[in-house]
């Protein structure tokens, strides 16, 4: 079955950096687009970035262009997000999605916690 599965969260202070990981299993990784998605606290899920299968295409929300960086590594099945200059406004659950078969799938969420 299709799992994904994010880690590299933590507590940073502004102007600091994380970067997240996400390990995808069960489907043809290679041949699909992934995304970031996050959701503060008290608030809807916000789109991030996106990539595109072949790592050849990147896309990024305006609240991150410039500061996060989305990258892929298809033979380690894994897509990451590195995170710099970070600010208490992107403090949130960050979650790895996939669009399988027409199915959305999301990881468990990784906890970004940025402190002035």
């Known amino acids: 079955q299709v799992q994904l599965l994010e880690s590299g969260g933590g507590l940073v202070q502004t102007g600091g950096s994380l970067r997240l990981s996400c390990a995808a299993s069960g489907f043809t990784f290679s041949s699909y687009w992934m995304y970031w998605v996050r959701q503060a606290p008290g608030k809807g899920l916000e789109w991030v970035s996106a990539i595109r299968f072949g790592g050849d295409r990147t896309y990024y929300a305006d609240s991150v262009k410039g500061r996060f960086t989305i990258s892929r590594d298809n033979a380690k099945r894994t897509v990451y997000l590195q995170m710099s200059r970070l600010q208490p406004g992107d403090t949130a659950v960050y979650y790895c999605?996939?669009?399988?078969?027409?199915?959305?799938?999301w990881g468990q969420g990784t906890q970004v916690t940025v402190s002035s």
């Open positions: 999605n996939g669009k399988i078969l027409r199915r959305d799938y």
